[in-house]
Nanobody, 133 residues
Framework: EVRLVESGGGLVQPGGSLTLSCTGP?????????LSWVRQAPGKGFEWVSS????????YYADFVKGRFTISRDDAKETLYLQMNSLKPEDTATYFC?????????????????????????WGQGTQVTVSP
């Protein structure tokens, strides 16, 4: 049963921008949960992108999106966002939102930002982002 729903994906030219959104029911999209964005490129595994703490006071980013992507949350609207700027063809992937954050979030680079579904809680079905001329 899908509990989180992503939206906002699409086709964009290199250098362009998109904003992804993720909504969910109150019982799992709680202000007391950290939230994350993860992506999966065709033929590859899951790659952690960004996480935001309970309350939104702390944000984390994979190095490859620092300075380009911004994660935010509006708990009153039960919505998680990912503002993506300066998009590159290598950003092409299906983007997923999920509850929780990786337990080793400060050292995700040591495992090349790879993760398994079990590393996080509830997941959505994803939204496709394609960056192409």
């Amino acid at each position: 049963e899908v509990r989180l729903v992503e939206s906002g994906g699409g086709l964009v030219q290199p250098g362009g921008s998109l904003t992804l959104s993720c909504t969910g029911p109150r019982d799992i999209f709680t202000p007391h949960a950290a939230l994350s964005w993860v992506r999966q490129a065709p033929g590859k595994g899951f790659e952690w992108v960004s996480s935001i703490s309970i309350g939104g006071g702390i944000t984390y980013y994979a190095d490859f999106v620092k300075g380009r992507f911004t994660i935010s949350r509006d708990d009153a609207k039960e919505t998680l966002y990912l503002q993506m700027n300066s998009l590159k063809p290598e950003d092409t992937a299906t983007y997923f939102c999920a509850t929780d954050q990786p337990p080793d979030i400060d050292t995700m680079h040591l495992r090349h930002n790879r993760l398994d579904k079990d590393d996080l809680g509830y997941w959505g079905q994803g939204t496709q982002v394609t960056v192409s001329p």
